[in-house]
């Protein structure tokens, strides 16, 4: 399985996927990565937040930029070199979480690309970005 190579990508080029929030969700990633924030998994104590219900672990839509880019664009063998995160609304259950990367800008000299992301929920984004790849090149 190969991703794109650097010499694939231009300017513009842009992939996503879309996943369904689920209390199945949030709990496998309350456990894997040890956030038990109450605001994401008691209902009673969400309800005394500003959000008034349980909401989703921002990093759980910045695992789904993630999920983009490690498996279309660029796709298997590209690494992560950084990722900015502004976090805009919740997530709640049963959101459908679209999250896009597109290429914006390509340093050929060090084999990065640097991409926009953004997730979105209903059109609006919940989670906004910037991420560099470091992308395999074709001969290497």
Sequence with gaps: MAGLKLE???IGQTAERSHTVSEATIAAFAEVSGD??????D?????QTPFKER???????AAYISA???NDL?????????QTLNFRRPVKIG????????VAAIDAEKARVTLT????VAGKAVVQGEAVILVPRRDA
């Design 8 to 10: 694939d990508m231009v």
């Design 36 to 41: 038990h924030n109450p605001v994401h998994l």
């Design 43 to 47: 209902a009673d104590f969400a309800a």
């Design 55 to 61: 909401i989703a672990h921002g990093m759980l839509s």
């Design 68 to 70: 983009v880019l490690g």
């Design 74 to 82: 660029p796709g298997p063998g590209a690494i992560y070199l950084s």
């Design 95 to 102: 959101d459908v979480v679209t999250a896009r990367v597109t």
């Design 117 to 120: 992301t953004v997730c979105e």
